[in-house]
């Protein structure tokens, strides 16, 4: 069995300022972690993954995440957050359980980011 | 054309009407998905094809029937829909139906029923 919990429906920033959003999961196996982008009137759009490996991933338009373990967390961050970034972002879990889950993504509830300039 | 296509983009239907929406992708994946967003949800997953072969069933009502002739296209065959089937439908495929291959989705079909 495996959840995500995101921290926070909405996030407020200002142009230049670090964006935190969080992301906790949890699954009976080592998981597989994602971080999607919706923008509006699109579908998502892979930010970045972690399978196996470095803890820090790095993803596109200058987004990482961390996996720990301990806090069962994977937590997306940019250090200067951008008016384009405005959308609604995704985590997702999935179980590394010798590559037989069928693709069964657990998504969270979303996190809408809002950027003011 | 590349990536995953969807088709079309809004829909509005009467409850007694049948209508499909189609869903192809041009990246040679073997899986392919059908995904329900509704507002306040999370995602919900429905229907799984892994070369073809439906491998899931998300317990989704039989009033929506999927079709998958070929490992590029993928149907959504609709009929007899209620007003909470109204909703966001996201195809999506994957090099492979396992745990790390990422989803690559298409921009949806915004589906009214009315």
């Known amino acids: 069995a495996q959840s995500v919990t995101q921290l926070g429906s909405h996030v407020s920033v200002s142009e230049g300022a670090l964006v935190l959003l969080r992301c906790n999961y949890s699954?009976?196996?080592?998981?597989?972690l994602f971080w999607y982008v919706q923008y509006p009137n699109q579908g998502l759009q892979l930010l970045l993954k972690?399978?196996?490996?470095?803890?820090l991933v790095k993803g596109i338009n200058g987004f990482e995440a961390e996996f720990k373990k301990s806090e069962t967390s994977f937590h997306l961050t940019k250090p200067s957050a951008h008016m384009s970034d405005a959308a609604e972002y995704f985590c997702a879990v999935s179980g590394n359980a010798g590559g037989t889950s069928y693709g069964k993504l657990t998504f969270g509830q979303g996190t809408i980011l809002t950027v003011h300039p | 054309e590349t990536g995953v296509t969807q088709t079309p983009r809004h829909l509005v239907m009467g409850m007694t009407n049948k209508k499909s929406l189609k869903c192809e992708q041009h990246l040679g994946h073997n899986a392919m998905y059908w995904y329900k967003q509704s507002a306040k949800k999370p995602l919900e997953l429905m229907f799984v094809?892994?070369?073809?072969?439906?491998?899931e069933n998300n317990s989704v009502p039989s009033r929506f029937s999927p079709e998958c002739p070929n490992s590029s296209h993928l149907f959504l065959h609709l009929h007899t829909l209620q007003p909470e089937d109204s909703a966001l439908y996201l195809c999506?495929?994957?090099?492979?139906?396992?745990?790390?291959?990422?989803?690559?989705f298409g921009n949806g079909t915004r589906l009214t029923v009315t």
């Open positions: 699954s009976s196996v080592p998981p597989y």
């Open positions: 094809y892994n070369f073809k072969e439906q491998t």
């Open positions: 999506a495929s994957s090099q492979e139906a396992g745990g790390n291959s990422p989803l690559h």
């Open positions: 972690y399978t196996t490996g470095a803890t």
